[in-house]
C-alpha cells in the first residue's frame, strides 16, 4: 500500500479579509504559531507520506509563495490550475498525475488550511481508513464529532454498526444549516461535522468520476493523454475552461453507493472565519484575545489584531476588530461568516488593489 497526499491550496479565504488576499490567502499565513497552515498540513503528514508523494494543487497566482514556502515538497509536484473550479476538478487532476506515476496508489486529500492538534491520532485515523480503503475500495471521509451546534460546517449523518474499526457507513450529507437544525443534528448523536478531508484508492475515485461525472471524466482523460506531452499546459487549460465548478461532496460524495466515514478523535478547526479564530485563541480574564498593539478598556469576549499600528477599543462586547496594513474590519462576533461579502463588494467595485 503506498499512500500519496494531495494538498488543496487555491482558495482565497474570503471569511479571512483582510488578511487573506489573493495572493497570500489563509492557507500561507501564520495563524497560530510560526509555521503557516500549509507548512503545517505538510509537516504534518512526517512519518506517513514521503515528501516525493505529496501533491499541492493551487493557482498561477499563489504557486511562487507554495514554491517558497514549500521547499521540501518537488517542484513538478506543485500544480497549478488554469482556474478555480471547485473541488472535484481539483482532485480529478491530481488523480490522473498520480496514476501515471502509481497506478495502485492510496490517496489521502487535505484541505491546506486545517488547524489539527493531537497529531498522532490524526495519522493513526488516516492509516486506519487507507487500510480501509485499500481493501474495500471504498471512498472514507473524515467526521468530527460535534462540540456546538455550528452553522459554518456541513454535516453527515452516519449509521453507527461498524463495518470495521472505526468505519461507519454513511447515509446522508447535509448543507451548512441554520442554528435551529445545527441544535437538532447534534442532539441525535448521529451527525458529525464534515471535515472535507478524503482516503480512497486512486482508481476508485476515478472509476467513480467516470460514472457519477461523465463530463469531468471526459475532460480528465484529455489530460492524462497530455501529462508528458509540450503542450500540457494548454490542454489543461482547454479542458478546464469548460468544466463546471462541482465540489466533490456534491458530485461525488452524496451520489456514491461506496461513501464511509471514519470518526476523527483528534482536535480540529477548519478556522473557517475569524470567530474561530476567537474560540481559539488564549483569552485574558475579560475574554479577550488581542494581538499587536492594542488597548481595551471595558472591552470584553472579542478579538482584536493589530501587529503594526495601535488600535484603542472602548465600551464594546462581543466584537472582531482586524487592522491589516491600510485595511479595517469591524464586525459583530455572530457576524463572523458575513465577512466574504466584502470581498463579494470589492470584486463588484473594481476595488482590487484590497482584494
Same mark, same amino acid.
Not at 507520506?49 to 507554495?66: A, C, G
Not at 502509481?102 to 489539527?116: G, R, S
Not at 482516503?199 to 480528465?220: H, Q
Given at each position: 500500500m503506498k499512500l500519496f497526499a494531495v494538498i488543496m491550496a487555491g482558495g482565497v479565504g474570503s471569511r479571512f479579509w483582510p488578511r487573506s488576499k489573493k495572493k497570500t490567502p489563509k492557507q500561507l499565513l501564520k495563524i497560530f504559531g510560526d509555521q503557516t497552515m500549509i507548512q503545517a498540513t505538510v509537516n504534518r503528514l512526517t512519518g506517513l507520506v514521503d515528501k516525493e508523494n505529496i501533491y499541492v494543487i493551487t493557482n498561477e497566482l499563489q504557486r511562487p509563495e507554495v514554491v517558497n514556502q514549500l521547499p521540501e515538497v518537488p517542484l513538478e509536484n506543485i500544480i497549478e490550475e488554469p482556474f478555480g473550479r471547485n473541488t472535484a476538478a481539483c482532485i480529478g487532476l491530481a488523480s490522473v498525475i498520480i496514476k501515471a506515476k502509481e497506478p495502485d496508489a492510496i490517496t489521502i486529500v487535505l484541505p491546506a488550511d486545517h488547524i489539527i492538534k493531537d497529531e498522532e491520532k490524526f495519522k493513526h485515523t488516516l492509516l486506519n481508513a487507507a487500510r480501509y480503503a485499500n481493501d474495500s475500495r471504498g471512498l472514507v471521509t473524515i467526521g468530527i464529532t460535534p462540540t456546538r451546534p455550528e452553522t459554518g460546517y456541513g454535516y453527515i449523518q452516519i449509521n453507527d454498526k461498524q463495518v470495521a474499526e472505526n468505519i461507519f457507513p454513511v447515509y446522508t450529507f447535509a448543507e451548512k444549516p441554520n442554528y435551529a437544525t445545527a441544535v437538532r443534528f447534534v442532539e441525535s448523536g448521529d451527525f458529525l461535522w464534515n471535515s472535507g478531508m478524503f482516503i480512497w484508492r486512486t482508481d476508485v475515485?476515478?472509476?467513480? /468520476?467516470?460514472?457519477?461525472?461523465?463530463?469531468?471524466?471526459?475532460?480528465?482523460?484529455?489530460?492524462?493523454?497530455?501529462?508528458?506531452?509540450?503542450?500540457?499546459?494548454?490542454?489543461?487549460?482547454?479542458?478546464?475552461?469548460?468544466?463546471?465548478?462541482?465540489?466533490?461532496?456534491? %458530485? /461525488?460524495?452524496?451520489?456514491?453507493?461506496?461513501?464511509?466515514?471514519?470518526?476523527?478523535?483528534?482536535?480540529?478547526?477548519?478556522?473557517?472565519?475569524?470567530?474561530?479564530?476567537?474560540?481559539?485563541?488564549?483569552?485574558?480574564?475579560?475574554?479577550?484575545?488581542?494581538? %499587536?498593539?492594542?488597548?481595551?478598556?471595558?472591552?470584553?469576549?472579542?478579538?482584536?489584531?493589530?501587529?503594526?499600528?495601535?488600535?484603542?477599543? /472602548?465600551?464594546?462586547?462581543?466584537?472582531?476588530?482586524?487592522?491589516?496594513?491600510?485595511?479595517?474590519? /469591524?464586525?459583530?462576533?455572530?457576524?463572523?461568516?458575513?465577512?466574504?461579502?466584502?470581498?463579494?463588494?470589492?470584486?463588484?467595485?473594481?476595488?482590487?488593489?484590497?482584494?
Amino acid at each position: 500500500m503506498k499512500l500519496f497526499a494531495v494538498i488543496m491550496a487555491g482558495g482565497v479565504g474570503s471569511r479571512f479579509w483582510p488578511r487573506s488576499k489573493k495572493k497570500t490567502p489563509k492557507q500561507l499565513l501564520k495563524i497560530f504559531g510560526d509555521q503557516t497552515m500549509i507548512q503545517a498540513t505538510v509537516n504534518r503528514l512526517t512519518g506517513l507520506v514521503d515528501k516525493e508523494n505529496i501533491y499541492v494543487i493551487t493557482n498561477e497566482l499563489q504557486r511562487p509563495e507554495v514554491v517558497n514556502q514549500l521547499p521540501e515538497v518537488p517542484l513538478e509536484n506543485i500544480i497549478e490550475e488554469p482556474f478555480g473550479r471547485n473541488t472535484a476538478a481539483c482532485i480529478g487532476l491530481a488523480s490522473v498525475i498520480i496514476k501515471a506515476k502509481e497506478p495502485d496508489a492510496i490517496t489521502i486529500v487535505l484541505p491546506a488550511d486545517h488547524i489539527i492538534k493531537d497529531e498522532e491520532k490524526f495519522k493513526h485515523t488516516l492509516l486506519n481508513a487507507a487500510r480501509y480503503a485499500n481493501d474495500s475500495r471504498g471512498l472514507v471521509t473524515i467526521g468530527i464529532t460535534p462540540t456546538r451546534p455550528e452553522t459554518g460546517y456541513g454535516y453527515i449523518q452516519i449509521n453507527d454498526k461498524q463495518v470495521a474499526e472505526n468505519i461507519f457507513p454513511v447515509y446522508t450529507f447535509a448543507e451548512k444549516p441554520n442554528y435551529a437544525t445545527a441544535v437538532r443534528f447534534v442532539e441525535s448523536g448521529d451527525f458529525l461535522w464534515n471535515s472535507g478531508m478524503f482516503i480512497w484508492r486512486t482508481d476508485v475515485i476515478l472509476d467513480e /468520476i467516470k460514472n457519477l461525472m461523465p463530463d469531468l471524466y471526459e475532460g480528465l482523460v484529455s489530460i492524462e493523454k497530455s501529462l508528458t506531452s509540450s503542450n500540457f499546459k494548454e490542454e489543461l487549460k482547454s479542458v478546464y475552461a469548460q468544466l463546471k465548478k462541482i465540489s466533490i461532496d456534491y %458530485g /461525488i460524495m452524496e451520489k456514491s453507493s461506496k461513501v464511509f466515514l471514519t470518526k476523527g478523535s483528534f482536535n480540529w478547526s477548519d478556522v473557517g472565519s475569524w470567530e474561530e479564530v476567537y474560540q481559539l485563541s488564549e483569552k485574558n480574564e475579560n475574554g479577550n484575545a488581542t494581538v %499587536g498593539k492594542v488597548y481595551t478598556n471595558m472591552v470584553n469576549d472579542s478579538y482584536v489584531y493589530s501587529p503594526d499600528k495601535i488600535t484603542a477599543v /472602548i465600551g464594546v462586547d462581543n466584537l472582531i476588530v482586524i487592522h491589516h496594513e491600510d485595511t479595517v474590519l /469591524i464586525c459583530r462576533r455572530d457576524k463572523a461568516q458575513n465577512v466574504k461579502e466584502i470581498v463579494d463588494y470589492l470584486k463588484m467595485n473594481k476595488m482590487d488593489e484590497y482584494l
